[in-house]
């Protein structure tokens, strides 16, 4: 079902201001932030993103460009510098035709998806997001006047899985486009190569747009280097816009540098989208993000290594409680876990900071299908995680219950 738009009371000065916007929730990972942000001891594990700063020779480069100048207005599509190492490295990575204008720079990950969904989505028309979900996802399609539509994930033994069925179900005449985040954030639900066939074979049969978010494409526990993408099953004329960011592989999550691909027939449109929201991104961030593509594979090799290290520490020893609902991730840097006996997580959460000063978000802030549910970043250093792992076990076996005493979150 569409997700309604809830009524809101507010200030008289507040009715002029468009209904949807009113409506954009509070965030849910916010709240448990600002929460416990000031806590002496915390180890906040609650935002996606992890402890290693961007490393040196990014920085350098930005800082050269900058020192030598660029700082004037650029190219609204991306520097060609930029859109060129950005073909080469997808072609290196995912097999693709090496073709810069098939690639736009964008200022963060978040406004390729927006750029994506302006195209896709006008007001009142629906979008299918596979849930539980990045909340930033539902909020963007809501700030056009869309509508976004939660299909929940199935879950099980095996952990996220998707239900073309449900999709179908929710299939309307308003519907336009499916949002498909895989790896997912914040299940580390992992689409196979039949499933991506299966959707895009639903959203041929609809005529619907595919906006494709694999930024966790390179955080993959399975066999090979990536995970399965929409470039291994689509053909050139599928209607498919994908949305990247530097932020995860390259630790650059402040710096606020994506791109979106798409066909070039689209370059123009958006070309005027950047033109009409942001102007394009600075010319010195871009010089920084041709290092991270020409330089950074040993470094994002690193950080792999260490997120698969760190998911092992914590799932193992919440696991080894009896207490918890976890399935070992297969793709980005998150646990999705239940705590058997606490359906609340939004006070759970809270409670964690008190009890355990480990900082962990609720699942509810990513849609109806997180309830039961906490999300962990563990895109962290192994002192930490070793240590946030051995007070939430505490905090668990004292207080979680016997491990299958809660089964209403399978589904």
């Known amino acids: 079902m569409p997700s309604p738009i809830p009524a809101v009371s507010v200030d008289p000065y507040l009715d002029r201001v468009r209904a949807n916007i009113l409506a954009l ?11 416990g942000r000031s806590r002496e001891g915390m180890i906040p594990l609650w935002a996606g993103e992890g402890d ?16 030598a100048g660029e700082t004037f207005y650029t190219w609204q599509r991306g520097l060609p510098e930029l859109r060129a190492a950005i073909a080469r490295y997808m072609a290196r990575i995912y097999g693709v035709p090496e073709d810069p204008e098939r690639y736009f720079v964008t200022g963060s990950g978040m406004q390729a998806i927006l750029v994506a969904f302006s195209i896709a989505l006008g007001a009142g028309d629906e979008i299918l997001l596979p849930s539980p979900i990045w909340p930033n996802a539902a909020a963007g399609a809501q700030k056009l006047g869309a509508v976004p539509v939660h299909v929940p994930l199935a879950y099980g033994a095996e952990g996220f899985s998707l239900d073309i069925g449900r999709l179908e179900a929710a299939v309307t005449l308003r519907t336009r486009a499916i949002f498909l985040n895989t790896p997912g954030n914040p299940t580390g639900f992992v689409a196979t190569r039949a499933e991506l066939e299966a959707v895009l074979a639903f959203a041929r049969r609809h005529g619907l747009w595919i906006i494709a978010d694999e930024i966790y494409g390179r955080f993959y526990y399975g066999e090979g280097t990536r995970a399965p993408s929409f470039h291994d099953v689509m053909s050139a004329d599928d209607h498919i816009l994908f949305v990247q960011t530097f932020s995860k592989n390259w630790a650059m999550t402040g710096w606020r540098i994506g791109w979106i691909e798409a066909d070039p027939r689209l370059g123009q449109i958006i070309e005027n989208l950047i033109q009409y929201s942001t102007s394009g991104v600075a010319a ?16 994002v090799a690193e950080q792999i290594a260490r997120a698969r290290h760190g998911r092992d520490i914590v799932a193992d020893a919440l696991l080894a409680t009896g207490k918890v609902d976890l399935v070992k991730p297969d793709g980005a840097f998150y646990l999705f876990f239940g705590i058997e006996g606490y359906r609340d997580v939004r006070r759970l959460g809270l409670t964690l900071v008190d009890e355990a000063n480990v900082g962990i978000a609720p699942g509810t802030a990513f849609g109806a299908g997180g309830a039961g549910f906490m999300r962990l970043c563990f895109a962290r250093g192994a002192a930490q995680l070793t240590e946030a792992a051995r007070r939430l076990s505490g905090w668990i076996e004292a207080n979680g219950a016997a491990a299958g005493a809660d089964s209403g979150r399978r589904a």
């Open 52 to 67: 290693v700063p961007t490393p040196a020779f990014i920085c350098d480069a930005a800082a050269a460009a900058l020192h």
């Open 25 to 35: 929730p509070e965030s849910g990972i916010v709240e448990v932030m600002n929460y």
């Open 284 to 299: 010195f961030m871009q010089r920084g993000a041709v290092a991270a593509l020409e330089l950074g594979e040993p470094f």
